[in-house]
């Protein structure tokens, strides 16, 4: 592998990393109870995944 000769400066490596941006998760409603909810998950809050009764709700 070659190696630069070079060194960059702070600024363009700046330039490079500044296009790394986090997003926010796609968040939907629950058809079900209206609790909003991961896309293709279980829903937490009812226990419903693609109109059927997968598990029993989280009580704390």
């Given at each position: ?39 293709h998950h ?19």
């Open positions: 592998m070659a190696n630069p000769t070079s060194r960059h400066s702070k600024s363009r490596r700046n330039k490079r990393r500044a296009n790394w941006k986090g997003e926010q998760p796609n968040i939907s409603a629950c058809p079900e109870c209206s609790e909003m909810k991961l896309p279980v829903c937490p809050s009812c226990g419903i995944y693609n109109k059927k009764k997968v598990l029993e709700p989280v009580t704390k």
